[in-house]
Nanobody, 117 residues
Framework: QVQLVESGGGLVQAGGSLRLSCTASGRTFSRYGMGWFRQAPGKERELVAAISWSGGSTFYADSVKGRFTISRDNAKNAVYLQMNSLKPEDTAVYYC??????????WGQGTQVTVSS
């Protein structure tokens, strides 16, 4: 069992930056792939970025490429999402999730990110 807790959300002006953090309980964190998802009102949840267990492989949605960076620190049981050049369309609740095998099985409670224009 893994418990995930996100932090770092907030209100920022367009063009600004935020860094989201996700800390995990459990000794198997370093073996899991991790992802950041977001869900805006009235929209489906989408995968924003993902990182392999070792950190050697990453994925980004086209909408955030070049602006967001995912990273992890297995020694701290943490995964991060650095968000730069934020746009109003980035406004959403952001969730981190853990993928023990082929699907994301553990989810955090989410953190709100609001970008004002």
């Amino acid at each position: 069992q893994v418990q995930l807790v996100e932090s770092g959300g907030g209100l920022v002006q367009a063009g600004g930056s935020l860094r989201l953090s996700c800390t995990a309980s459990g000794r198997t964190f370093s073996r899991y792939g991790m992802g950041w998802f977001r869900q805006a009102p009235g929209k489906e949840r989408e995968l924003v970025a993902a990182i392999s267990w070792s950190g050697g492989s990453t994925f980004y949605a086209d909408s955030v490429k070049g602006r967001f960076t995912i990273s992890r620190d297995n020694a701290k049981n943490a995964v991060y999402l650095q968000m730069n050049s934020l746009k109003p369309e980035d406004t959403a609740v952001y969730y981190c999730a853990a993928k023990p095998s082929t699907s994301y099985a553990y989810w955090g409670q989410g953190t709100q990110v609001t970008v004002s224009s």
